[in-house]
């Protein structure tokens, strides 16, 4: 995708570049008095013609109204002719914006408020210049119709939990739609999606109801997991009779230790008949 970009904003300049070599006798003239007035009132002029752009800024010169070179001039200083040259300064440091929220209606008909950030910045200052009015306007307002289109074929499930996967595919289309205005869409991101009071009410009562039938589930799990290990317990209590006596006497202890004040345990009647055997 970059090498595209690369690839036809080279092509663009390449274009103006072969549409700028020629002047015209008129513009010549124009030139060569433009050039002897400088001449004529140095260093006065000297003060006109030298420009500074700073680090993150590239200048557009325009010569009677044609881009001059192929490449923006600076960071630095550079010279025009006072009287045919003019020129625009393009500030290519990323740029943030927020999307508006928008109300969109997903793909299964519920209708949510969602806004987005966006960074961006200019990678060909001729193209921004010369392809479009205003780069940074047109772009804030195709970011909105993007988000409109692309949620828009999306299901409620997927817009929240697919967040990520949206965003890059919002960053492919602005970048190849703004790739003509020498724009470089560098990231996209979704930041919130708002749903009604009502939707938010039905999936919670919803979600409530799902963990109560998750716990209800395990707690079945739970009693037959015990059951199975109760089973097993008393088989092996089954093995030796005195097993049973030595678990009530632990169960009498454990009793014993909360300090109650009276005590009802129930007897079987084969302990007691173990009992009643030895008198």
Known sequence: MENHSK???RSNEDLI??????????GWILIILSTFFVIVTFPISIFMCLKIVQEYERAVIFRLGRITDKKAKGPGIFFILPCTDSFIKVDMRTVSFDIPPQEILTKDSVTVAVDGV??????????SVANVTNADFSTRLL???TLRNELGTKNLSELLSDREGISHSMQSTLDEATDAWGIKVERVEIKDVKLPLQLQRAMAAEAEATREARAKVIAAEGEMNASRALKEASLVIAESPSALQLRYLQTLNTIAAEKN???IFPLPMDVMAHFMQRK
């Not at 966006?118 to 193209?127: A, D, H, K, N, T």
């Open 17 to 26: 570049g072969e549409r700028t070599g020629e002047l015209g006798c008129c």
């Open 118 to 127: 966006v960074y961006f910045r200019v990678s060909c200052p001729i193209s």
């Open 143 to 145: 970011a909105q119709t």
């Open 261 to 263: 004040s009276t005590i």
């Open 7 to 9: 690839g036809r904003a």
